[in-house]
């Protein structure tokens, strides 16, 4: 379990440990407040009214002559004693309310939606003194008020999370299971609900002890009992005569909640950062190293070509993985190459290399990358993004989350139209309808109106290569781009793929793990497994008598061929065993 | 043209030895904001399954096809229409009865990297059906290095978490979890489909070699007609909420007869450039 470890982590964080240490030294002492202080804090001898620390009073005398450092440790007793009861308060109502409204939702979460947002609308502070006038002057009641006042904050996050955790396949797995509702609860909801609990009450802590603070200031509080809220108010009556009292009560209550404050963060930190980030190298990018002889001697392609590309990542530790070792491949105006693997094999990897797209702590270390004859590898970002806008552009695997749900069709396609072609508005709407034309989207001045979740799967990926084309590339770079899609419509998708390289010469990079996609598009297929490229060839040769062995388990996976399985008869389990 | 399942497949009626039995199944969702009005995922499915029976259910994304899965085990309300498991009605069991019925009723899902909680290991999930059937914690654990052997995994996998596992290892943790109360009926809700290549094909033949030995049944869902086919005595094709088309393996995934079952046999691309140039123009003429 990763509670131990949680702990381990607040504890090693230098501000984490040092507001655990102060808070258990604040409570220890507290706690023995009869140990310590060997004056009883509310006995008074006037005589010694403001008197200053001596050997048998450490802290000096109040106004009314009551040792100091005896009201602050009792003092704090009821100010933390008080916190803890808002606290207890506070989870009883909200812990379980949102328990149970997270997870089953309906008419019990409406219910309680509606309450809770009626007591956060209320004014806490006007709340709390309306109960102190109607209930008395008890701080125990006061910190009740409190705990049903912050209850809410309780529900509402444990709500939160219980409903997205409801929605996990593992939770639908342990009802399929058999498990009990609250079993269910204790094994796979708790668990997540657990740390951020742990910071909302440190929050709350703090926030109940200065709301408490801050009533016994105002004079609301008890009175007779000593509290540091009511050693605050008592000192500030006394400012001119004696500035020194303000200091303990203002101390203790300062360093408390700062305490609190700090360790909340540190447990934030504990659990959310669970894995340590690679340094950033930003800048220092060194360019890449040429490739060894030996691979550039093969003749270039005229279009995208690639030699002996090694794409590493950095390693937390600052050494490098290398995921891509050496690849060499090539694309021709007017061709469609397939790059075929599965996942892990860096197909990917090298395709985001082509585009200069490769996420942060990824490089090219070596080899080289042409567009049109010229050198890619190590380009600068600025550089890059030019090539990117007109000569190379990218469709990608998931057409939904690639477009913004927040602009209409329209306002996305015409964005980089005129960004990279410098169209005016007008000039840009013609060229978006001409795009949507080009991917043969229907009625395209109703589409350009729409918002993403509008359109099917099928339509945002027409979108997006439509978007693709707008600025006319010579090279599509696809990744995966019809494996979120049904197979009708995919269809349609590479019908679209086979058009553009047929009418305009568009050469496409084609990641796919398909190879019936392939079988469908591909001029030309290259396969790659563990980072390297086993076999290129035309598709009918590696489809049709591939050389690698891996190539050959590949196809071999394959089920097209597999006969189709042959009908049931009774009992067929037993006669097999027998 | 509108075939009722009656039409489509004469051998679809009822079946009297079947396990589960699904008839003219109905579910509806609610729609999203107030008083949205209702959308109708399924509209009158029936089915049936045999002991040691596989049957396919192929359609694409929205059709229902995973809904009616997920109706069978509870996971969603059913409208109308009734469900009959092992002879007893089970669309309407209460959650006592559900949990009863786990015992002969698991679920593999698509998803394996979802469908584990990450932060419990491959033991305390193996063991979670078994503590909910009451097994005590110490004979659980004996079980589960069994149930481990069972699919192919090492038996120190217990104590590890699973994120250390790759998405076929983790597919296998699942088909182990499904198998740990010793079901009559799986549903495999898309179980290969987020997996390789060949990874897909080791756990589709782990999936045939465990209903061989134990002749537990499987209600097997999937996108991928080649999948379906390779796996399924019979298959049901699937198409907004109704079932267009029902027979065996063979006669539905080579001569379908349903308008629909064709167009989705002919868009399905083969890895063989010869028979996939066919199959596109043998569509572009049926279209």
Known sequence: MSTGRTLRRVLRNPLGGLSAALLLLIVAAVLLAPVIASQDPGASSLSEAFAGPSGDHPLGMDSAGRDILARILYGGRTTLGGALLALAIALALGVPTGLVAGYRGGRFDSAANWTVNLVMALPAMVVLLASRAILGPDVHVLMIVLGVLVAPSFFRLVRGIVANVRGELYVDAAKVSGLSDTRIIARHVLTVVRGPIIIQVALVAGIAIALQAGLEFLGVGSGSTATWGAMLNEAFQNIQRAPRLILWPGLALGLTNCALVLLAGAVRDALEDQTPRPARRRRARPAPEPAESADSAAPRAALLSVRGLTVAYARPDGTDKEVVHGVDLDVRPGEILGLVGESGSGKTQTAFSVLGLLPEGGRVTRGSITVNGRETAGLRERDHRALRGRTLAYVPQEPMSNLDPAFTIGSQLMEPVRHHLGLGRKEAADKARELLHLVEIPDPDRTLRLYPHEISGGMAQRVLIAGAMSCDPELLIADEPTTALDVRVQAEVLDLLRRLRDERGLGVLLVTHNLGVVADVCDRVAVMNAGRIVETGTTEQILGSPRDPYTRTLLAAVLDDAPARAPWQPREARTVTA | ?287
């Open chain 2, 1 to 287: 043209m509108k075939k009722t399942p009656a039409d489509a497949a004469p051998s679809d009626a009822t079946a009297p030895d079947a396990l589960l039995d699904v008839r003219d199944l109905r579910v509806r969702f609610p729609g999203k904001g107030w008083r949205a009005p209702e959308t109708e995922v399924l509209e009158g499915v029936g089915l049936f399954v045999r002991p040691g029976e596989t049957l396919g259910l192929v359609g694409e994304s929205g059709s229902g096809k995973s809904t009616i899965g997920r109706a069978v085990l509870g996971l969603v309300p059913v409208r109308s229409g009734s469900i009959t498991f092992h002879g007893e009605r089970i669309e309407h069991a209460d959650p006592r009865r559900r949990r009863a019925l786990s015992r002969d009723l698991q679920v593999i899902f698509q998803d394996p990297y979802t469908s584990l909680n990450p932060s419990r290991t491959i033991g305390d999930t193996l063991a979670e059906p078994l503590i909910g059937q009451g097994t005590g914690a110490r004979e659980a654990r004996g079980r589960v290095a069994g149930l481990l052997e069972r699919v192919h995994l090492p038996s120190d996998a217990a104590g590890r978490l699973p994120r250390e596992f790759s998405g076929g290892q983790r597919q296998r943790v699942a088909i182990a979890r499904a198998l740990a109360l010793r079901p009559r009926l799986v549903i495999c809700d898309e179980p290969v489909s987020a997996l390789d290549l060949t990874t897909q094909r080791t756990v589709l033949d782990l999936l045939l070699e465990i209903q061989r030995e134990t002749g537990v049944s499987y209600l097997f869902v999937s996108h991928d007609l080649a999948v379906v086919r390779f796996m399924s005595h019979r298959v049901s094709v699937i198409h907004r909420g109704e079932i267009v088309e029902t027979g065996d393996a063979a006669t539905v995934t080579s001569e379908p007869r349903h308008d629909y079952t064709r167009t989705l046999l002919l868009a399905s691309p083969v890895a063989d450039v010869a028979g996939q140039r066919r199959r596109r123009a043998a569509a572009g003429a049926g279209v």
